[in-house]
């Protein structure tokens, strides 16, 4: 708990998006220090900035109140309505979770910048939507940093990468490690299990990928590297892909000449956020070969689960996996085609994988997190 002050704080979080049904990471993380910081602080008031959505996944208390305020565009409810809402609530300090804030703001912010990938390279091979992102960041965020109290990002790669980009003071810039939720566990029992690989058509073992339309994410490689693997191991497993369209699979399978591989690309769905933890628990081994991360929240996810995983030698994945991961080299898919054959043609690897997997994934708490940020709450005492 804070310590009793003279005067109370009243703390603004905006988390823009956090109600929508399904998550990004950056919302994840939010959600996730917002519960733990409801735990620990009942002293200093606080205000939650939403944007009206379906999923009301936080409840008030005496100390925490919402904002769900409405409006048409992303660039409206930052830049417009919530500076208004800001300025009304008359706070100590406004807490910018999502990379981006309201320019002109009246009050002390802070701001968390995940990442600043798209001021190093904007391709436009993304959805519309992630090209727009990009360049309303890569517009606002050079502006923004100048004027906020304190930055946090989420590793010390990450950290020295926004020092160096955008020419900040070192002490600007603080860190605060992502982590994993309990719900993160292997405490489940073979009939739940079971029951989830049921409803969702999944077999008894297969390879996990969280795809997805965003190109770093390397869906590409992993499709070429399973092809690798399946044509040199016989009884392969299947691959399991969320969030990415199956027929941008198959037809990569066709330029491959591996169109008869198709059976084995299995495409669930949307996993709703509460159930991730049960398809990690169902998998066998986790691939997150991603080009460039910030932090890599799903190689702890799969570790707490006692999925081995498989991730990237590069950005901030090697400090979030330490010793606990095989690694790749993320742009070459040959290289990941040989740690899968690799990884599950040895089980005492796979065990020992997961030994550390296990271990490495309960060094980061929210708990740990949400302390860490109300130490920076406490600096704007007046």
């Known amino acids: 708990m804070s310590k009793l002050k003279s005067n109370k704080l009243r703390i603004g979080i905006e988390v823009q998006r956090l109600f929508r049904r399904k998550k990004h990471g950056m919302e994840v993380v939010a959600l996730e220090i917002i519960k733990e910081l409801q735990k620990i602080d009942t002293y200093n008031d606080y205000i939650i900035y939403v944007r009206e959505d379906v999923d ?123 982590a994993v939720s309990p719900k993160f566990t292997t405490d489940f029992d073979s009939i739940r299990l079971s029951d989830f690989r049921t409803s969702h058509s999944l077999p008894e073992s297969f390879i996990l990928f969280l795809g997805n339309t965003a190109p770093k994410k390397n869906t590409i490689n992993v499709v070429k590297a399973y092809v690798g693997y399946k044509r040199s191991v016989p009884d392969a497993l299947p691959i399991v892909i969320l969030d990415y369209d199956k027929e941008l699979v198959y037809e990569l399978l066709s330029k491959l000449n591996a169109i008869d591989l198709k059976p084995f690309f299995l495409f669930p769905g949307y996993i709703p956020l509460e159930e991730m933890p049960l398809l990690y628990n169902c998998s066998t081994l986790f691939l997150y070969p991603s080009l460039r991360e910030s932090f890599g929240l799903p190689i702890l996810e799969a570790m707490a689960c006692g999925v081995p995983v498989i991730t990237s030698d590069t950005s901030s994945m090697p400090e979030v996996a330490a010793d606990a991961a095989l690694f790749v080299d993320p742009f070459n ?43 920076v709450y406490d600096t704007f005492v007046k």
């Not at 100390?63 to 208004?84: D, G, H």
């Not at 065990?351 to 550390?356: G, Q």
């Not at 309960?362 to 130490?375: G, I």
Request: charged share 25%.
């Open 333 to 375: 898919y040959e290289d990941l085609t040989a740690k899968m054959i690799t990884a599950l043609s040895d089980q005492s690897l796979m065990l020992k994988m997961k030994e550390k997997g296990l271990k490495r994934a309960a060094q980061f708490t929210w708990k740990s997190a949400a302390e860490q940020l109300l130490s």
């Open 56 to 178: 009301k996944c936080i409840v008030e208390t005496d100390n925490f109140k919402i904002r769900s305020l409405p409006a048409k565009t992303y660039f409206t409810w930052e830049q417009l309505v919530l500076p208004a809402a800001v300025k009304k609530d008359n706070l100590d300090v406004l807490h910018s979770t999502c990379n981006t804030s309201a320019l002109g703001l009246t009050v002390p912010l802070v701001l968390t910048l995940h990442d600043i990938i798209y001021l190093e390279k904007t391709d436009f091979k993304g959805t519309a939507y992630q090209n727009f992102g990009n360049i309303y960041r890569k517009l606002v965020v050079p502006r923004i940093v100048k004027s906020c109290k304190l930055i946090i990002t989420v590793s010390n790669y990450e950290r020295n990468v926004i020092l160096k980009r955008l020419n900040l003071p070192e002490d600007t810039v603080k860190v605060i490690y992502n």
